[in-house]
């Protein structure tokens, strides 16, 4: 059935009485594919150009996914009208219809089913005006872009449109049934035909008479036309000419053609076989090119699942008189790569190859069995270790070495993580991936005595890669790969100096390195373009697995060599900073090889490890699980455990409260405006005995309002709190200098929260009322009760002690735990100036000391915010202690030091034990809880972890972390980035630091001076903890410290943490155990994607080694969520313990452990 009669057959149904949906119904399989093929090439060129631009032949604009969802949640969920997204998000109209249709269409499929009235409505699309594009979409021919507009008589987004809507017809019938039953009305205007002939007159006359054709004769109009018609036959007559011209050329072309194509052909003197056409155009080419450039033609080895093995070893080696063969010759344009040539004789093992001439110094020659390989690439998949002659293209231009063949061994066969293609490391100084097409088989393979073994090929290799490959086959699939990130930095070694390199690209096993510039201070050190053509660059596509051009991996490879805690801590970590040769985690393999790789790290230490939770960020590249079906029982508990009930909390009505003030902020705010609050009946009654820690400032007065505003063309919602005394406060800062002023000493400024999606009035219960198994689980220790349910099983109380806070463990740590070490503030505003608080600009002076590469840069307020934070510092916060002179109660630096404010509950969970959830909203940055426990030494935590087990020990390692990135970026190998610090810190900040370090200092050689009954007068220093400390120290700048070093030729390797206190003979790492006592803290779970981050900061201690914990949220969290943080655990990381996640998370990495 042709086409026509296809569109012939449709154009038949009634049109009357026909919808859209009758018609696409009605449609054959053979015109539903074609109109569907018809509209995807249409709608990508389409979306090319725009209303206003009619270009057609660009490349197809990719969606921006976030900007796309934000406004289809606005026009769906939110029912906003189009003219106000378009004066929202600043769109045309061709943008915002272009947004929504790229949203229902994604590869040719509905993903999403959203209602288009509202669309179709504002684009005055009419029911018949989409089945006209229908039967047009049907014809035979398929026309340009351009074409459909003008027929139809609109626009490219009105193109865009009604093609989504055809193909939600086609391909989802579910949506187009929330728009097709309900197409909006066009009213058309009635056109009067009289004044429109009248219009139309007029308009005539007034043009003919700016022609100055008004009063013209019938002959004057006849000469017009006969002037008109001799132009036309001129233009006519000159395009004949033209192509009579045009004709000739091609004649004359066609000629010449001829004559090259009889021309007679030189002879190729050599036996080579007749049908090889290829190889004697390669000959006979004017600028011979050698057979290197031979590759075989790909015919689709999609997955070749036989292996070579040794049943099939001798047909792939198989040669015979006349074949093609490649051979390690003295080549023309490559001298140490393989040439191809012509077999000619063997004898005695050894093989007689003819080469093409032009290719090869010698155009025959003798060859042992190590330097042939095949002619043919190979029909079964070649395993690791197997020996071959690669086709290799450098992919960089400025790389030295020739595209060519040359030899090699297989690194990693193919498979669906690597793209189905070969890692091969060629025995040169270059690796890389290669096709199937283009490997060929060397007669010279590995065997353990008689029996083919390719992973014994390695001592067939002349190379200074044979101990690599030796070392690499012991260990696969564990080889460890150095994990790497774009743009950041790794420590690489180049031409023996080893340096920080800038990481430009990642290609599953390679990775694309720039080494820095000679000059460490050029311009384009920093320089991330790939293939820059401005700046001299020193570029380097590297296999992440080498030890000689990664000195991490060297480390690692080393192992510890004695029985230290330190050593027992690289084995746990091996993986931190790594990933493996083969990319998957669950492999029969790793059984066989891991007890080799562990002895070769281990050492003599047998002992068993621990696992521990940590602060460190993890770069494992963990591919998500896959989802599984669910226990129907399982499901059921689930289901029981998330079972919970609202309550809205009755508010105090302050309307009859006298207000004093009815202007905004100002100096005449005073106690006296909480005055009439404080003799108020209604002060702190209904009594509640739980409730959000923002609900507080209603029982005191207070109101919580939430205002409509328009803001250019929109509305938008802002909250706002009255005062008792009748002021409107809009945002946190006014509410601060408002407590300040009066003096409140009831309210805090994180009890106000300025986000209209907390609800601060809403409480979660228990949905089950027998579940209840203990009311409050602190015994009153925490200011909120935190009760406990059971709604899975019957399992008691967790046997744990409670505690608020951390303990020492051992007298040192106690000793080490003292407010001498630590400096204070002498802030007198409630340090609600970041900028004059000493504590506070300590805190965001060591965050921006970190090198460029390891900080977070999109952090603009690196400290709190009005006592919440927003971001994770690395670096670690250092709030005020109690040497400050700030009063504790309403500092805007004390977060971490006050107990628990947010309604918790601890509840049973079906799979993974005891969970933790909150009974309010929370807003993002808020801090939860602290994590308590017992401080001990590593050696104490290993030893009780073999004990009692090490589900609740956490590392307080904020220096070994950041030591660790420095150390795989490569960072004290940079002369601007001296050990922990980046040099784009002012010379005032400098100063403040250097100042603050200074006092310390002084009180710390105090300390240890009054400790062992040597007091020094000399030592004598003036303790106050303001900047006027005349006596401190003053500690030489950083710029004057950098060439101080250099002239000491200590280089620019900085302090690293862990060596200086070993150095010391002091413990490097202190470990917090909650096993035994501990608070709520310890009972919050593991989750691939959390809503939690763990935070450390500084409060009784300026010692990096002993940070709090405290728990913070990432974002919004509502009533009855559970809280869960990233544990920081590495897969794989210790020998024979497997942990499974079941966090459910979308992006679950599948393991823990």
Avoid at 4 to 13: A, E, G, I, P, V
């Amino acid at each position: 059935m042709s086409i026509s009669n296809l569109t012939s057959s449709t154009s038949n149904l009634n049109a009357e009485k026909q919808t859209l949906t009758d018609l696409i119904k009605n449609l054959n399989n053979e015109q539903k594919l074609l109109l569907e093929k018809r509209i995807l090439n249409l709608y990508a060129k389409y979306r090319t150009a725009s209303d206003e631009d009619w270009d057609f032949t660009g490349t197809p604009l990719k969606p921006n996914i976030a900007q796309v969802i934000k406004i289809v949640n606005d026009y769906h969920n939110n029912q906003k009208k189009m003219d106000k997204l378009m004066a929202e998000y600043d769109l045309s109209t061709f943008e915002l219809i272009a947004n929504i249709c790229d949203y229902c269409k994604q590869s040719g499929t509905i993903v999403r089913n959203i209602d288009l009235f509202n669309a179709i409505e504002f684009m005055q699309l009419d029911e018949k005006f989409l089945m006209k594009l229908v039967h047009i979409l049907l014809e035979d021919k398929e026309k340009d872009p351009i074409d459909y507009i003008m027929e139809m008589t609109c626009l490219p987004s009105h193109m865009l449109l009604m093609l989504t809507i055809i193909l939600v017809e086609l391909k989802n019938p579910k949506m187009a049934a929330l728009f097709n039953q309900r197409w909006p009305e066009i009213k058309y205007e009635e056109v009067n035909m009289v004044e429109f002939n009248a219009e139309f007159e007029q308009v005539m006359s007034e043009a003919m008479e700016s022609l100055g054709l008004n009063g013209q004769s019938d002959n004057h109009l006849d000469e017009w036309n006969q002037l008109l018609d001799d132009t036309c036959k001129t233009i006519q007559e000159s395009m004949t000419g033209l192509n009579e011209n045009a004709t000739k050329q091609q004649k004359m072309m066609n000629e010449l053609k001829s004559l090259i194509d009889n021309f007679p052909k030189p002879k190729l003197q050599s036996i080579l076989p007749d049908d090889w056409a290829e190889l004697e155009a390669l000959a006979n080419s004017e600028i011979p090119d050698s057979l290197h450039t031979l590759r075989m033609s790909k015919k689709g080895y999609d997955f070749i699942k036989c292996d070579l093995s040794q049943e099939n070893l001798t047909s792939q080696l198989e040669l015979n008189i006349g074949e093609l063969v490649f051979a390690k010759g003295i080549g023309t344009f490559n001298p140490s790569g393989f040439v191809g040539g012509h077999l000619v004789a063997i004898n005695n093992g050894k093989y007689t190859v003819q080469f093409i001439p032009g290719t090869a110094e010698e155009p025959i020659k003798e060859f042992d069995a190590d330097d042939i390989a095949v002619g043919h690439a190979p029909t079964v998949r070649c395993p690791e270790g197997t020996r071959i002659v690669a086709y290799f293209k450098p992919r960089l231009p400025s790389d030295p070495n020739v595209a060519g063949w040359y030899a090699g061994t297989v690194g990693v066969a193919p498979m669906i993580q690597n793209r189905h293609e070969y890692l091969i490391f060629f025995d040169g100084p270059f690796d890389g991936y290669v096709e199937q097409c283009d490997i060929r088989l060397l007669l010279k393979q590995g065997f353990d005595g008689t029996k083919f073994y390719p992973r014994a090929s390695h001592v067939l290799v002349k190379s200074l890669k044979k101990d690599f490959l030796s070392n690499y086959f012991h260990l696969y699939p564990e080889w460890p790969l150095i994990r790497v990130q774009k743009n950041k930095r790794i420590a690489a070694t180049k031409n023996i100096t080893e340096t920080s390199a800038l990481v430009l690209e990642v290609d599953r096993q390679m990775v694309l390195v720039r080494f820095p510039p000679s000059k460490a201070w050029s311009k384009d050190r920093d320089c991330s373009v790939v293939d820059c053509k401005v700046h001299d660059h020193v570029d380097e596509w590297l296999y992440r697995g080498l030890p000689r051009r990664f000195p991490a991996l060297l480390d690692a490879q080393k192992g510890p060599s004695d029985r230290s805690y330190a050593a027992r801590r690289q084995l746990r970590n091996f993986r931190t900073n790594f990933d493996m040769a083969w990319p998957e985690y669950d492999l029969p393999a790793m059984k066989a090889n891991y007890e080799q790789m562990k002895g070769r790290l281990m050492s003599n230490e047998n002992r068993p490890q621990t696992a521990r939770k940590s602060m460190k960020q993890s770069y494992l590249e963990i591919p998500s699980r896959v989802a599984k079906e669910v226990d129907p029982d399982v499901l059921e508990k689930q289901k029981k455990a998330k079972k919970v009930r609202f309550e809205t909390l009755p508010i105090p009505d302050w309307s009859q409260l006298p207000k004093i003030h009815t202007r905004r902020l100002n100096k005449i705010c005073g106690p006296d405006c909480l005055s009439h609050v404080e003799n108020s009946d209604l002060l702190l009654k209904p009594v509640y005995e739980v409730y959000s820690p923002y609900f507080k400032p209603l029982l005191y007065g207070w109101t919580r309002a939430v205002t409509h505003f328009k803001a250019r063309v929109n509305w938008g919602r802002k909250v706002f709190y009255r005062t008792p005394c009748g002021l409107n406060l809009r945002d946190s800062s006014e509410v601060g200098k408002y407590l300040e002023l009066t003096k409140c000493e009831n309210l805090a400024i994180d009890n106000f929260v300025f986000d209209e999606q907390i609800r601060v009035h809403m409480l979660a219960k228990h949905g089950i009322d027998d579940t209840l198994i203990c009311k409050d689980y602190s015994n009153g220790l925490e200011q909120m009760p935190i009760c406990v349910v059971n709604a899975v099983n019957n399992e008691g109380l967790p046997d744990m002690t409670y505690r608020v806070g951390r303990y020492a463990g051992e007298p040192l740590i106690e000793e080490t735990m003292n407010n001498k070490f630590c400096s204070g503030c002498s802030c007198t505003d409630d340090c609600s100036n970041s900028e004059t608080c000493e504590c506070q600009r300590m805190t965001r002076e060591m965050f921006r000391r970190l090198a460029k590469s390891i900080r977070n840069d999109d952090i603009k307020h690196p400290n709190y915010e009005f006592r919440t934070l927003q971001d994770k510092l690395k670096t670690g916060i250092y709030e005020c202690n109690s040497t400050c002179k700030c009063v504790k109660s309403r500092c805007y630096n004390r977060v971490l030091q006050w107990n628990i404010r947010i309604p918790l509950q601890l509840f049973m969970t079906p799979e993974i034990g005891w969970g933790v959830r909150t009974l309010v909203d929370i807003p993002k940055g808020a801090f939860i809880c602290t994590y308590a426990g017992c401080i001990l030494t590593e050696e104490g935590a290993d030893k009780l972890g073999r004990e009692i087990g090490d589900k609740y020990l956490c590392d307080l390692d904020v220096a070994q972390a950041i030591d660790d990135e420095k150390k795989n970026q490569g960072i004290f190998n940079l002369d601007d980035d001296l050990g922990f610090y980046s040099e784009d810190v002012s010379e005032e900040e400098e100063d403040v630091t250097q100042e603050v370090y200074a006092r310390n200092t002084e009180r710390r050689r105090k300390n240890y001076s009054s400790r062992e009954g040597t007091p020094s007068e000399e030592m004598e220093v003036d303790e106050s903890p303001g900047p006027s400390n005349s006596n401190a120290v003053k500690q030489p700048r950083k710029s004057d410290r950098i060439q101080n070093r250099r002239a000491a030729g200590q280089g620019a390797q900085g302090i690293v943490i862990e060596d200086y206190f070993m150095n010391n003979n002091s413990p490097e790492l202190f470990v917090l155990d909650a096993c035994v006592s501990g608070n709520i803290g310890r009972f919050l779970n593991h989750s691939c994607e959390p809503n939690v981050f763990i935070q450390s900061a500084f409060v009784d201690t300026h010692d990096i080694r002993l940070p709090w914990l405290g728990f913070y949220t990432y974002q919004n969290i509502r009533a009855g969520e559970e809280l869960c943080w990233d544990y920081g655990y590495q897969p794989g990381s210790l020998p024979g313990r497997r942990i499974d996640c079941k966090c459910g998370a979308e992006e679950c990495r599948g393991r823990l452990l």
